[in-house]
């Protein structure tokens, strides 16, 4: 059974910075792809970005790319997302998951099968 953890998150103002670190255990593959979306009240859940462990390939949403910065701890499963110069719109809920297939990697939610429990970040302008 595939968990995956998601830790950080929390407040900050507008032009500031926070981290989100999310942890995939019980993943039998050698590597896969993990990626992060957000959910703001009322507004559907958008991917922000993903990267297939073990490589240089990362995705971001046009509307985090050069604010947002994910790398990865391939040895450990683990993914960081470090969140810049942070807007009051990217207030939401946000959502580490793992690709359904040890191959590939995108920003379409329906490519994920496995999914945190959600963290919370808020930023206030």
């Known amino acids: 059974q595939v968990q995956v953890v998601e830790s950080g998150g929390g407040s900050a103002q507008a032009g500031g910075s926070l981290s989100l670190s999310c942890e995939a255990s019980?993943?039998?593959?050698?590597?896969?792809?993990m990626g992060w979306f957000r959910q703001a009240p009322g507004k559907e859940r958008e991917g922000v970005s993903s990267?297939?462990?073990?490589?240089?390939?990362?995705y971001y949403a046009a509307s985090v790319r050069g604010r947002f910065t994910i790398s990865q701890d391939n040895a450990k499963n683990t993914v960081h997302l470090r969140l810049n110069n942070l807007k009051p719109e990217d207030t939401a809920m946000y959502y580490c998951?793992?690709?359904?297939?040890?191959?590939?990697?995108?920003?379409?939610?329906?490519?994920?099968?496995?999914w945190g429990q959600g963290i919370q970040v808020t930023v206030s302008s």
């Open positions: 019980g993943y039998t593959h050698d590597s896969v792809c």
């Open positions: 998951a793992v690709f359904r297939r040890p191959y590939g990697c995108s920003l379409d939610e329906t490519d994920f099968g496995y």
């Open positions: 990267t297939y462990l073990g490589t240089i390939n990362k």
